[in-house]
């Protein structure tokens, strides 16, 4: 089937299924039970690193690792510190998925994230039906899969801005799937999943602004030519906050809050690719996200149940989405008109007082107050009074002709009167006296218009018109381009031969897409035989054909013309059987939702067709012509009918139409007569007998009569050919020649091509007044009254509704109405509730309560026996028909307590056959949910009538809410113990009717799987519906886990015998049909091969061709199996005796031609070993299981065991001559096939040696005694001295081909025992080397003499280039198995001299980390040198990994107690020294607990930065008891006290050094400064000269010894609460510090002296300051100003401000002053021209210092020593220097982290780094990292400054 046809038949196929978006249990599986990690709650955590199985592509790059961040993103490598990225947009340094980037916080249990990489075939094939969903030619099988979750994640929320926390939290998942080739990732956006939509930024500085999350891809930073980096390509799905509220509203797969991307191709990919199916908005499948399809390409269309769409209809264009109204009609009756077919006169429908508009989304009357439409079949004059007798019909022949009016007045909005004289027209028309007093007007009837239509009045009256944007006929208005909806009942009679069959109200939904003319009708619940007979009515979808027609030229649609009110007549009479069918379809209005509501009558008879036949009908055109409110049309159809019983017959009918409506002739413009041609491209029709759906798919052109739509592209414009790529909800509009335009649709909001839904309701743009609710609809809204208020005359406010009018009170109680309700009150002396009253209390029948009409609606659901449906809860009611306080089920027995509502009161549910509640007790605070609990309480849903989902199992929670032991599932019968975490204990489960197993007895040991077991389990494998895989063979296992003797394939009937491996007996096989042997009877039995067998056997190969491999030695064994005596080899002749264990006896062999030994006779005396037979021996190696190596030289030796002269490479054919040492003799090598040289003759003079000989020689020699080390590679020449094509290590046994350089031909290693390569053939296309044959050639390395290195790991490869399951290193001994990556498996390590585990027998599972593990490992960090990091906390757990009850920090000593997710007990916290509470008593804990305060936190936080232990004169927070800032606050026991406001700002002028505190008052004035603590200034003892560095809300000194970092003398320098301080500068004549604040917007000083206090010097008219520079010589400051971008200048007293440069600045931030000479630099890293510049500094000579190869210059110093200008830069990750008429550039390092700030001293760079969060030092001369601090405090370091005793020679 074709795309087009696929398309159209599933947009058929779900035209009634429903728009929504995705649900949470639609989402990719996820959590512990899926196997997923956790991620560490936090504010800015990164998991450890996520290795790939295999290599993913992101872009065109490969990368191996991922890493899962909390701020919604995953990353290819590891992440910065989020200030480095989070505020930003797009693009990132590094490579980002990020399906939403916001600065997300975790911490306190505020969601948890979930990842893990899977290869779940369930999850292979949902991405793989999502891709192909999105991207339907895509070639694509993944192999892997990583799902990342982000649940119910808070924003990071700074808690002094808010009273708390705003409980808003986002749920959503990326998910990336891979193969070889190619990646794509899905974005999932559960509905209600997005309920932030951005964040604030940490660093605003009191700004009240919410960046909106980020979502797409980013490549990351990119090598540019060779000098410099750049950004690489990058995507963004959202651009603000509407589009990220969008995120679950839309998708780009057909399903809402589902986005597909294509994000990686190995061979070539520019930049990512969005899936686009149907649009943006599309419906979801009821079922789920996913579900199988015979239609994969657009698997969108699988949640409509009638999905067996096949035949061929090639339709062009997107899918579409369909919402029908809802199944079962339940379209209130109340808002239906009276009758189809009730007349109305013109004054009822123009002129009546209090009637509803025609716009039904005003129309909430009842049912005697609705509005009678039109009935269009009465065809009168405006004002006519007539009855129904005297109305006249309109004949399905018209017959009257209307003459044109002309001159067509222009349209006129609001209440203008066209100016026309009432002098000059004559009203008296014969038929009506006209005046003027009773003419219809806008003023008086507007509200008939629509509400997206204006009002004109006309001489004779008024008539409505839509507005720009919509078309109809202005009583109904629809947005131009949407599709449209149907939805309606299908009732009458029909006879099919001569049986009567009735409909029933049965529903009709239609989708219409407006942009092609493409409408789908389908009609359920059609029984046979009139569904088959009803497949030629087309003519029943014909008419939204009509009403939404594709518009040509010079036409429109019907729904201009009819509007949503009209009716239809048509009648078909069938040829040859003259059978006749009536047809009337009444257009009721427009819905709730803006769809049309029309109903289908069709009376009469059909002919029969028999079951299972196929209707096809021809593309046909149809002409309409036009009258004054009617339109008509006839004309003759064929169609044929194929069936199995009668096959191919031929049938016609002729069909005539009119469609009635009301048409407004007051503008002059309606009474031409018309003609418009219907073109009808694709009929097609069908009847599902399964579902009983009739089906009916056309394709509809209008244009005038004549014209040729065409059916190709041709030279027609898109437009109206109906092929362009707009949105379904976009109109095309049409340009000049093939060119068109796409505009969304008046409501929606895109480029055309992908519109979104406006939510006018969110965005404030209804037009619902007061009492009134908006309620958001595609593409519109509408206004709902609140209850008690209803719509009022205009149809658009509401009004009270006056409940009392109707009499709702007993006759015995006064009625009071009220704004939106009403109260009834007895009148004196009656008792009751105004409802019933009577004389005395209690007397007489009283009303039914709420209880009792709940009781009695379910009570009256009964079956056919007249018995309650079984299963349903019915609530108990008391004698006062109160809810009982206990209601029991009587089907499940479970029991709880209600309130005086009948709600369920939380916690007093009991099982069955368990004490029911007390529930006249109060409740008892609430113990938390158990995880059975929850597990029940998730899954024991009913439907919405209350009764249970059968066959859901439920869990049973005992009275503790821990699982019961034995657990039985209600449905099924089968029943299980479980441990306490609710899982199976295996084998203890039982079928229905047995007895179950006692749970109390400890469970028998249960037998390991036999392999025929494992066999058969991993083989019996079924679909996700649960039938079996057909086709699989699964092997038979007896009751002891053993192959049954006798195995038969289920599917091709072939049998066979198998022994107890398995494996099949040969000879055994009977094919299907055939007897199946008799498999116990014994087979001759087979002697086990012995060693001599297995090692000839293993030796005896082959070549392809089938010739024994020459050279290679096979054992000779006897008649039983045992090596023979003699042993000879058979290509080299020479003979020797071995054992029996097949080793050579010493002395024994003998040469070619010579006698062999009598291996009978005992050995002689054996004579020391020569040179040569050590050699021998000692090259001669076996294999572990005792075969030789192959291909290993072993030379020969005489009888006197000297080398012979001529050795020969048995392997090989290569042979040489020796000396009496063995060295070859150079220019005798010959290659094999050839004459061997002559050994006895002498030399010939030497010629020079050839590279390969060289090499040989070099590589061969010997050891102090005159042995060649063993192991090392001799490469072999030939007679010329070239390299012999093909080269064998004699050691190893591998052989290759190499060229004449000797270097190794790719692709033609061969291991030893395997046919070498012929190096004469040319070679094949290589296959790409594995991950496991690269890791071996990485570790096979060789010394420079060619010997390979001792020690080094060489990792086994199989034929594949696999790893072999089990490894051994070759020198420690030591044996393991490993998965298909080479990873080892955890537990099969063994020791060298022990038995190797047996790698195909499962490891047992590791129990998962727990989540206090987690935690422990995470936060347990160690320094560099190994030290543990003082002040973080590591969780204690116990053996079984839970937190232990008490927790105790090691650093601060406090202790507390925590529950089982390791969260602080609530009181239980305890200062160091005091006694722990006991943590298994009870805490009592007011019911309302607190949350800590700011003040609490702040003050908890310090007390840890202190280590606990706060000096008597450092600052901690002072806290009421209720948590509150004391309003006096002091420096620790010092009498330096201010006063504070509630936020614990500091209230200016309040600080008092005296004895006597200041007086303060808790409602003090609001302050207009923050509070600062005391500004203490602590330098370093003895040194002469330190580091300063910026550290957020402190400044640190970090000592130098020489130019090393003396990190044991590190202080802090000044602690400056709530400042940020950036830019750093110092003073070295006065010795003092200088520095700008960026949250405080201030530049202030201090002296570096004990106990000095900071001063602000500037304050005013900052915004971002940054860099800041001394100039010492001029005694002036300079600092540039990042937001304003400007760069100003002061004296060092904060006078004499002015600026310096105002232009051409777009980001500066470092800025330096050379004294000597007067010059400023700064940077500017404009990320579109970033650059280095320099001026003088009163302002003038600016000048670019450098622009090219930078990136972003963070950091600026001056070398004095160079008189060099250097800087650090973050983009290319530069260090470099240049002088400052720009020559002299040059790197001194190239790979530097994030560098921010940078200072030179002695030869020696130091900055700032943001990656490491500290200081580094580089050598200038080195050009290496030489020392690293770290602070403990971790967090981002800024500037950095020099500080000396006294200034330096050379100081700028």
């Not at 002409?623 to 169609?639: D, H, I, L, M, N």
């Not at 009834?824 to 105004?834: R, S, W």
């Not at 405080?1640 to 520079?1669: D, F, K, M, W, Y």
């Amino acid at each position: 089937m074709e795309r087009g046809a696929t398309l159209a038949v599933c947009l058929l196929c779900w035209s009634c299924s429903v728009v929504s978006a995705i649900q949470r249990a639609d989402m990719f599986p996820y959590g512990l039970l899926s196997g997923d990690s956790i991620l560490t709650e936090g504010d800015d955590e990164t998991s450890r690193v996520l290795t790939l199985p295999k290599p993913l592509y992101f872009y065109n790059s490969l990368f191996t690792q991922l890493y899962v961040a909390t701020n919604g993103i995953i990353s290819a490598q590891d992440l910065p510190m989020e200030k480095q990225y989070v505020d930003d947009g797009f693009p990132t340094d590094f490579p980002v998925v990020a399906p939403f980037l916001a600065d997300i916080d975790t911490s306190g249990g505020r969601g948890q994230i979930y990842y893990r990489v899977t290869e779940t075939p369930s999850v292979l094939n949902k991405v793989s039906q999502e891709v192909h969903r999105g991207f339907p030619d895509a070639k694509f099988t993944p192999t892997h899969a990583v799902v990342a979750t982000w649940e119910n994640v808070a924003p990071y929320e700074e808690q002094t801005r808010t009273n708390g926390p705003s409980n808003k939290v986002n749920t959503f998942q990326a998910v990336i799937g891979y193969d070889e080739t190619d990646s794509y990732v899905l974005f999932l956006y559960p509905e209600g999943g997005l309920n932030f939509f951005g964040t604030r930024p940490k660093e605003s500085y009191n700004v009240e602004i919410e960046l909106p999350a980020r979502v797409g891809f980013s490549r990351g930073e990119v090598t540019f030519l060779i000098f410099s980096r750049t950004e690489g390509p990058h995507y963004s799905v959202t651009g603000d906050e509407q589009s990220v509220k969008n995120l679950y509203q839309v998708g780009n797969t057909g399903i809402p809050g589902v986005w597909l991307f294509h994000t990686g191709n190995r061979y070539s990919f520019d930049n990512i690719v969005p899936a686009s199916v149907g649009g943006l908005l599309a419906t979801l499948p009821t079922g789920g996200l996913l579900l199988d399809t015979t239609t994969p390409e657009y698997g969108e269309f699988e949640g409509y149940p009638y999905n067996t769409f096949e035949p061929d209809y090639p339709l062009t264009g997107e899918d579409a989405e369909f919402q029908p109204a809802p199944a079962g009609g339940e379209r209130s009756e109340s808002l239906r008109p009276a009758s189809p077919d009730a007349p109305s006169s013109p004054s009822q429908d123009y002129g009546r007082q209090g009637s509803l508009p025609s716009d039904p989304r005003y129309s909430v009357e009842p049912a005697e107050r609705q509005y009678v439409p039109y009935a269009p079949e009465s065809v009168e004059e405006r004002g006519a009074q007539q009855t129904p007798e005297q109305q006249p019909q309109v004949p399905l022949e018209v017959v009257d002709v209307y003459p044109p009016h002309r001159n067509e007045p222009r349209l006129s909005p609001g209440g203008h009167v066209v100016s026309v004289d009432e002098e000059d027209v004559d009203f008296d028309t014969g038929v009506i006296q006209y005046t003027t007093e009773n003419k219809e007007t806008c003023a008086r009837f507007q509200q008939q218009c629509s509400q997206n239509a204006f009002c004109s009045d006309y001489a004779t009256g008024f008539c409505c018109h839509c507005q720009p944007g919509f078309y109809g006929n202005g009583r109904h208005c629809l947005p131009e381009g949407a599709p449209q909806r149907v939805s309606g009942k299908v009732s009458g009679t029909v006879t099919v031969g001569s049986t009567p069959v009735t409909l029933n109200n049965i529903d009709l939904h239609a989708y219409i897409v407006v942009g092609d003319g493409r409408a789908y009708t389908a009609i359920s619940e059609v029984p046979e035989p009139v569904g088959w007979a009803l497949m030629p009515v087309a003519p029943i979808g014909e008419l939204f054909g009509w009403l939404f027609a594709l518009e040509l030229p010079n036409s429109q649609a019907g729904f201009k013309t009819a509007g949503a009110e009209f009716t239809r007549r048509a009648e078909i009479i069938f040829h040859p059987g003259n059978e006749h069918l009536s047809i009337l379809q009444t257009g009721r209005g427009l819905d709730d939702h803006n769809h049309l509501t029309v109903d289908t009558v069709v009376t009469g008879s059909v002919p029969f067709l028999p079951p299972g036949s196929e209707v096809t009908m021809e593309p046909f055109k149809e002409t309409y012509q036009y009258y004054p409110s009617v339109a008509t049309s006839s004309s003759v159809r064929e169609f044929s009918v194929v069936s199995a019983e009668r096959g191919s017959e031929s049938f016609s009918f002729q069909l005539k139409q009119n469609i009635s409506y009301r048409d407004c002739t007051h503008g002059n413009r309606a009474a031409a007569v018309e003609t418009l041609q219907i073109t009808m491209e694709r009929v097609f029709v069908m009847y599902v007998k399964e579902e009983r759906i009739l089906r009916y798919a056309i394709t509809n052109k209008i244009s005038p009569v004549g014209a040729e739509p065409g059916t190709g592209t041709g030279g027609i414009n898109p437009c109206y050919a109906g092929n362009h790529d707009c949105d379904t909800t976009a109109q095309c509009i049409p340009q000049e020649g093939q060119a068109f335009q796409c505009q969304c649709a008046t409501g929606y909001r895109g480029d055309g091509r992908n519109c979104y839904d406006i939510d006018e309701c969110a965005e404030g743009l209804g037009s619902c007044g007061a009492h009134a609710q908006c309620m958001n609809l595609p593409g519109s809204h509408r206004c709902q009254c609140q209850s008690g208020y209803e719509f009022g005359y205009d149809g658009r406010t509401c009004v009270d509704v006056d409940e009392c009018s109707s009499s709702p009170c007993h006759a015995n109680a006064r009625c009071i109405n009220g704004l939106g309700s009403f109260q009834c009150q007895c009148q004196p002396g009656l008792y009751g509730d105004g409802f019933f009253c009577s004389p005395q209390e209690g007397q007489t029948v009283r009303p039914r309560s709420q209880c009792e009409q709940h009781r009695d609606s379910l009570q009256s659901g009964v079956d056919l026996s007249g018995q309650p449906s079984v299963g349903a809860f019915i609530p108990q009611c008391d004698s006062d028909g109160r809810y009982r306080q206990l209601q029991c089920h009587g089907s499940t027995g479970h029991c709880w307590c209600v309130d005086i509502r009948g709600q369920e009161r939380g916690g007093t549910r009991t099982p069955p056959g368990t004490a029911p509640r007390d529930c006249d007790r109060p409740d008892e605070p609430e113990r938390p949910q158990t995880h059975c609990e929850h597990h029940r309480d998730g899954v024991q849903t009913t439907s919405p009538e209350g009764y249970p989902l059968l066959g859901v199992f439920v869990p049973e929670c005992d009275a503790n809410g821990q699982y019961r032991q034995l657990q039985c599932h209600g449905s099924n019968g089968h029943c299980w113990c479980v441990d306490s975490r609710g899982q199976e204990r295996a084998g203890t489960r039982t079928p229905p009717g047995s007895s179950p197993v006692d749970c109390d007895r400890p469970v028998e040991p249960e037998r390991p799987k036999t392999h025929c077991e494992q066999h058969r389990d991993g083989v019996q494998t079924t679909s996700p519906e649960g039938y079996p895989l057909l086709g699989v063979f699964v092997p038979e296992c007896d009751a002891n886990g053993q192959y049954a003797s006798l195995q038969c394939h289920g599917s091709i009937g072939h049998c066979w015998c198998v022994d107890s491996r398995g494996q099949e007996r040969a000879g055994t096989r009977t094919s299907p049909g055939a007897a199946p042997t008799d498999c116990d009877r014994p087979v001759e039995p087979e002697r086990p091969q012995t060693h001599c067998e297995h090692h000839r056997d293993r030796v005896q190969t082959t070549s392809p061709e089938g010739y024994p491999i020459a050279g290679a030695y096979v054992p000779q064994c006897d008649a039983n199996g045992h090596y023979t005596p003699l042993q000879c080899h058979g290509s080299t002749g020479h003979c020797w005796c071995v054992d029996n264990r097949g080793q050579e006896r010493g002395g024994t062999r003998t040469s070619p031609g010579t006698q062999p030994k009598d291996c009978d006779q005992p050995d002689e005396p054996v004579r020391p070993k020569t040179h040569c037979e050590q050699h021998r021996d000692g090259v001669q190696t076996t294999s572990p299981e005792g075969y030789p190596l192959l291909g290993a030289y072993v030379p020969q030796c005489d009888a006197n065991g000297q080398y012979t002269s001529q050795q020969c490479h048995v392997s090989t054919g290569h042979c040489w001559c020796v000396d009496n040492s063995g060295q070859e003799r150079t220019e005798t090598r010959t290659p094999p096939g050839t004459q061997p040289k002559d050994c006895d003759t002498p030399d010939e003079p030497e010629v020079p040696k050839t590279h390969c000989e060289q090499h040989r020689d070099r590589v061969h020699s010997t050891s102090p005694e005159g042995y060649p080390p063993p192991g090392a590679y001799v490469p072999q020449c030939d007679a010329n001295g070239e390299y012999a094509p093909l080269q064998c290590h004699s050691s190893t046994g591998h052989c290759w081909c190499v060229d004449n350089r000797g270097q190794e031909r790719g692709g033609t290693r061969t291991p030893p025992g395997t046919q070498p390569k012929d190096c004469d053939r040319p070679d094949e296309p290589e296959r790409p080397k594995t991950h496991c044959e690269h890791h071996r050639e990485r570790s096979q390395t060789t010394s420079p003499e060619g010997y390979p290195i001792v020690g080094a790991y060489v990792p086994q490869c199989d034929a594949n280039g696999q790893y072999t399951q089990l490894q051994c290193h070759g020198s420690s001994g030591h044996c393991w198995c490993v998965d298909n990556r080479g990873q080892e498996r955890a537990g099969t390590r063994t020791p060298p001299g022990s038995s190797p585990v047996d790698c195909d027998k499962p490891v047992e599972p590791e129990r998962p980390k727990t989540h206090c593990e987690h935690h422990r490992d995470r936060v347990q960090t160690t320094s560099p040198d190994g030290y543990p990091i003082v002040g973080a906390h590591v969780p204690q757990c116990d053996a079984q990994g839970q937190f232990l009850p008490q927790q105790c920090h090691g650093s601060t000593g406090h202790c507390w107690c925590v529950d089982s997710r390791g969260q602080e007990r609530a009181g239980t916290r305890t200062p160091p020294g005091s006694s722990p509470v006991d943590c298994d008593r009870p805490v009592s804990v007011a019911p309302t607990q607190r949350p800590e305060s700011v003040c609490e936190r702040w003050r908890i936080s310090l007390i840890e930065h202190y280590g606990g232990t706060p000096d008597p004169k450092q600052y901690v927070p002072q806290c009421e008891s209720d948590g509150q800032f004391s309003p006096v606050q002091c420096y620790g026991e010092t009498t330096y006290c201010w006063c504070v406001d509630q936020d614990g700002r500091e209230v200016p002028g309040t600080r008092s050094h005296d004895v006597v505190k200041p007086a303060c008052l808790p409602s003090v004035a609001p302050p207009t400064a923050r509070p600062l603590p005391r500004p203490n200034v602590t330098p370093p003892p003895n040194a002469d000269v330190t580091l300063l560095y910026a550290q957020g809300q402190k400044i640190g000194a970090l000592p130098l010894n020489g130019t090393k970092l003396d990190a044991t003398r590190s202080k802090t320098l000044l602690t400056l609460h709530g400042s940020i301080v950036v830019g750093l500068a110092y003073d070295c004549k006065d010795n003092q510090v200088f520095w700008t604040d960026l949250s405080a917007r201030t530049i202030n000083r201090a002296s570096v002296v004990q106990g000095a206090e900071p001063e602000i010097l500037i304050n005013t008219n900052l915004v971002s300051p940054e860099g800041l520079a001394v100039d010492v010589k001029r005694r002036l400051m300079f600092w540039v100003d990042s937001t304003p971008d400007l760069i100003e200048s002061a004296n060092l007293d904060g006078s004499g401000r002015k600026t310096l440069f105002d232009k051409d600045l777009v980001n500066p931030r470092a800025i330096i002053v050379v004294s000597s000479t007067g010059t400023l630099y700064w940077t500017d890293w404009n990320r579109e021209a970033p650059k280095i510049e320099s001026g003088s500094v009163d302002g003038q000579n600016r000048r670019v210092v450098v622009s090219d190869g930078i990136g972003l210059p963070n950091a600026l110093t001056y070398d004095s020593s160079s008189g060099q200008v250097c800087w650090a830069d973050a983009g290319t990750k530069r260090l470099e220097c240049i002088s400052p008429d720009g020559s002299g550039r040059r790197v001194i390092h190239s790979n530097l982290n994030y560098p921010f700030s940078l200072v030179y001293y002695r030869n020696h760079f130091y900055y700032s780094d943001w990656r490491r969060d500290g200081v580094i030092a580089v050598s200038k001369d080195s050009s290496q990292f030489t020392d690293e601090y770290l602070p403990d405090q971790r967090s981002h370091l800024y500037g950095i400054a020099i500080a000396t005793n006294g200034c330096l020679s050379g100081s700028h």
